[in-house]
């Protein structure tokens, strides 16, 4: 039974049909990237998943249950199981470091204090931050703020990771130390992890197979490999960053079409 299964989903927002019966598969133990160009949707594919977007149609299960279907308890349990890594890290910025790697704990189980302070050094610790816990989001780095968001993420101990973006708005050498985390926790922790990026660098680094969103739909998948040397001109275009091909050529057209 796969980990993660979205099945046909389809989500309008705005009049754009972001989502159009795509359907994707994440197995248990596998990091699945998904890459695409901003604005294809990758972020509200994740969102589904925690369904902090419900779909205007299809189907999203997370081991084997209908996310859609679940209620209270089972869903305060489905956000304990699935720690999302927000762009730019989304830290609390009137919350210390504990209070942020502690908040999921907080606000969604009754575990005492103590135990979540020992969670958290935990976590803090599995990214290689140590004795910041009161210190406050505006004294840390980029790279540390995502760091502080990577250990609120796993603090829970959740199956599944959910990364979006993890690599922008940092350096190439801090990206790099972020992908090598991204590995570490993997196999540290046996996570199940879905990393959206656009940053292939990234992709090739961390993903056991690569997807890409392209027009609502999944259109090509398969291992780093095989999405390096892809035959397939809309992804060979968006891997190369090249600025002539089949993308570009259809927006041009769409250009000149609503003139």
């Keep these: 039974m796969p980990m993660i299964e979205l099945i046909d ?16 598969t994440v197995e248990k133990g596998e990091t699945k990237v ?65 209070e942020n790697v502690g908040f999921i704990f907080r606000e969604h189980t009754d575990t005492k204090q103590s135990d979540i302070d020992e969670r958290v050094k935990e976590s803090l610790a599995l990214v290689g931050l140590y004795g910041i816990e009161n210190y406050m989001p505006a004294d840390l780095s980029g790279g540390m703020k995502k760091r502080v968001a990577l250990a609120r993420a796993i603090c829970t101990r959740p199956k599944i ?3 979006d973006e993890p690599t922008t708005g940092v350096d190439p050498i ?9 590995d570490e926790l993997h196999d540290k922790l046996k996570i199940t992890s879905i990393v959206v990026t656009h940053d292939m660098r990234s992709a090739y680094k961390v993903a056991d197979r690569i997807a890409m969103l392209y027009e609502g739909k999944i259109i090509a998948e398969g291992t780093p490999d095989e999405i390096r040397y892809t035959h397939n001109p809309i992804v060979h275009q968006f891997i190369t960053g090249a600025a002539h091909g089949p993308i570009t050529e259809g927006q041009s057209s769409i250009v000149k079409n609503s003139d």
């Design 9 to 24: 989903v389809s989500k309008n927002l705005a009049g754009k049909q972001v989502l159009d019966h795509m359907s994707l």
């Design 161 to 163: 990771i959910l990364y």
């Design 34 to 98: 998904i890459i695409g160009r901003s604005g294809v949707g990758k972020s509200v594919t994740l969102k589904h998943i925690v369904r902090l977007l419900e779909p205007d149609a299809g189907i999203v299960k997370v081991e084997g249950l209908d996310v859609l279907s679940l209620k209270g308890k089972e869903l305060n349990e489905l956000h304990t199981q699935i720690g999302l890594v927000f762009q730019g890290g989304a830290l609390f910025d009137s919350l210390t470091v504990g």
């Design 174 to 182: 801090t990206a790099d130390a972020i992908n090598l985390l991204i």
